[in-house]
């Protein structure tokens, strides 16, 4: 036993292994104990404590090599015998040297071995025989290494090619996935530049706008001033300034004033300040050049309480021009307001 245990050992078992097939086979030799490691391999170790059940319908584990229990166990193999109706003497008992299966004619040196087989094959058929196995020869003993040696490789190479085909499936399933996340990560990034291609294109425009809109009031802010030096300059040299509407009869100066105005114009918004007769801060607001003078009106009700919306009265000091009631249903650009004019309410 010890011998076997040592040669075990030196093949590389696991000596918990090791054991635990000694046991198992009850150190019926080196096959029986690398055939139990061979099949057992990757089951849990049991634990050496636990007794295992003798399995119902075999003969009973009796290990007739065994000195000290030899005249027992044959006894209990006649009274075995005797009870199912064998007609055999304790004499013919005591001559059987071995258990052999009736089903495959195979012969085992004990009761161990044949319990063994009976778990492997499912033969359930067995007698005594007075076949004497020898004992294994170093050269049979080596034989039965090398074969075992082969085994265990042949079964390390398939294992080793099953773990190769998963490596190599989990990689293609890895590369697969990486690919598919750097595909979501570019699409995502396509779309973020188009975001923000689109937002600057926005911008551009915007800005665009806003410079074309300051320009404009720019330039419209200086034919205002332009066109308010020309009246003063008109009032200085004592020619009239009359209203196109209110009169017919206009000199040319004032035809030439009236034609550079800016009713004709065509200006989205007004811009407005209108000071009150009695002082005070002055009121500033945009409103668009198709706005009446009576939403004028109603703007400068809704700053002050001293103003009401039907009595207001408007003038403009240049060129000096009053507004009659009939005109305040009248447009701002229609009263030539726009694109900005003083008024004075009162």
């Known amino acids: 036993m010890a011998n076997d245990k040592e040669t075990l050992l030196s093949m590389g078992f696991d000596p918990a292994r090791v054991d635990w097939a000694l046991r198992a086979t009850s150190n019926r030799g080196l096959q029986p104990a690398m055939d ?51 007609t055999s003497s304790a004499a013919e008992v005591a001559d059987a040297k071995s258990i052999k299966c009736t089903e495959c004619g195979k012969v085992f040196k004990n009761t161990a071995l044949a319990n063994y087989h009976a778990e492997k094959s499912g033969h359930d058929q067995f007698e005594e025989s007075t076949e004497e ?93 332009a066109e308010k030096a020309a009246r003063e300059k008109a009032l200085r040299d004592g020619q009239p300034i009359v209203d196109a509407p209110a ?23 007004t811009r407005l300040q209108i000071r009150m007769a009695t002082g005070g801060t002055p009121y500033t607001t945009t409103l668009p050049s198709d706005a009446t003078l009576r939403e004028v009106a109603e703007f400068v009700a809704a700053q002050t309480l001293s103003v009401d919306v039907e009595t207001v009265n408007f003038a403009q000091h240049f060129p000096r021009k009053t507004f009659s009631r009939d005109q305040f249903s009248k447009t701002l650009r229609e009263l030539g307001l726009t694109p900005s004019a003083v008024l004075i309410a009162s």
């Open 36 to 86: 139990h490691i061979l099949e057992n391999e990757g089951k849990p170790i049991p634990d050496p404590s636990a007794a295992a059940p003798t399995s119902a319908g075999q003969p009973m584990d009796v290990d007739i090599d065994d000195d000290d229990e030899d005249e027992d166990a044959l006894r209990r193999l006649v009274e075995t015998k005797a009870g199912a109706g064998a």
């Open 133 to 225: 196995i020898k004992p294994l020869t170093e050269e049979e003993k080596q034989q039965k290494l090398n074969e075992l040696r082969d085994k265990i490789a042949a079964k390390r190479g398939v294992k080793a090619q099953q773990e190769a085909v998963e490596a190599r499936a989990n990689e293609a399933i890895r590369r697969k996935s990486g690919k598919d996340v750097n595909k979501l990560k570019d699409e995502m990034l396509a779309k973020e530049l188009v975001k923000e291609a689109e937002l600057k294109r926005r911008e551009k425009l915007e800005d665009a706008k806003a410079k074309a809109a300051v320009k404009a009031q720019i330039e419209a802010d200086k034919k205002a001033r």
């Open 247 to 269: 009169s017919g009869s206009t000199t040319p100066v004032a035809t030439a004033s009236s034609s550079s105005g800016t009713s004709g114009r065509d200006f989205k918004d």
